[in-house]
């Protein structure tokens, strides 16, 4: 658990060969541990290393089929790497076996919307909201909408937004790896 502490402190910090590092070993160390190849595919997806992510995120779920983390992060993986119906698939099995995790949610609502299934994936929207979710969604999108928002004026305000990750503060780092295939639109963050 050492090694994938160190892990996360070096990707944390933007020391991504270090954070690498770590992450191997913690995998050489505990292969059946789900946790180190969840945060392995974490860093290989900040990096734009797709398949890593997926191959990771895949073991992780294989080892610990039942958390919803780690299905999240197979789902989120896929997305990032742009396969979108590897997405949707993982994602809807990800919520049948967790309806509680909304960030699942929302990694399914947005490949169907990239897909060009806006209102499935509305219905998914929908889904997070009925859950109370869209004060969360307010905040990380740094805005003051909420449930009473129309469909017509969300989608308009999310239109207008893209984002390449969820974690801004990696931004910098990340030229060459998520960035290199452009930004992929979600109603998360501003430009």
Known sequence: MVQNTLGMLGMFQWRWAEAEQAYQRAIALEPANSYPHMMYALLCTFLGRHDVALQQAGKAVELDPLDPMTNFRLVQSS??????????????????????????????????????????????????????????????????????????????????????????????ALRGGLFRSGTIPTPLCRR
């Open 79 to 172: 997305y990032y790497a742009r396969r979108y119906e590897t997405a949707v698939q993982t994602g809807r099995t990800a919520i049948e076996l967790s309806q509680d995790f909304p960030y699942t949610h929302w990694y399914v609502a947005w490949p169907l919307a990239a897909l060009g299934l806006k209102n499935e994936a509305w219905t998914f929207a929908d889904e997070i909201r009925l859950r109370r979710c869209s004060r969360l969604e307010s905040r990380l999108a740094g805005t003051t909408a909420g449930p009473t928002d129309s469909r017509e004026t969300h989608f308009r305000w999310s239109s207008k937004r893209t984002i390449a990750t969820p974690f801004q503060a990696f931004r910098p």
